[in-house]
């Protein structure tokens, strides 16, 4: 990238966030795929000082991470007015999500179970399959039962396969209980 972040009159780094969410384009792969990219989202986290303050004293600690929406071709298949169907379902049809993050952590960058079902609610369809290469603690898989999908995930890590398996084996099916947004 040409610039991570602007030198401010006082010395501090003010990070881009339109640049940053490109990165993620760049990084992502997207730009190189046959998938369309169709939003440039944000995951707001209000809650991050609970896990430290690991991200040092020269910037401001971040609370937000990107979420990249993108579809195979130029037209969803799932048929849904996404924005509009977020707002009948979940209360709000919006780009930026507001969900803390999960408590106590299984995996240190678990996601939330409200947030990882609204987002596979509005983009596909029960019956629908659904692929999470990087499974962590299982938070897709459990959401994919939860709302009546199919579901593949990979880890790298035999651990958290294992984890994941446990957590789904807990989860009753076809519990679509909306877990809505925090400041929704
Ligand atoms: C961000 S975490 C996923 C967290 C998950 N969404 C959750 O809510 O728990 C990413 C996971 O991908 C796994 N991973 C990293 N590189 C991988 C690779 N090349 N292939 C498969 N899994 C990988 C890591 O072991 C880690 O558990």
Redesign the pocket.
Known sequence: MAARGKQSAQGGRFDLCLLRAVEYVRRGGLLRSELTLKNICVWHHPNLYASGMRYGKDRWKSTWEVILYAIKGEEAKHGKNISAYAYRKWGKGFDVFIYPQPRPL??K???PLGLVMKLIDCSSNEGDLVL?????????AVACKLLNRDFIG????PK?VEIARRRVESTTPGGNNPLKEAFG
């Open positions: 299984l995996h960058a678990q996601k999470d290469p990087f499974v962590g603690s299982g938070t897709t990979f880890d790298n890590d958290w």
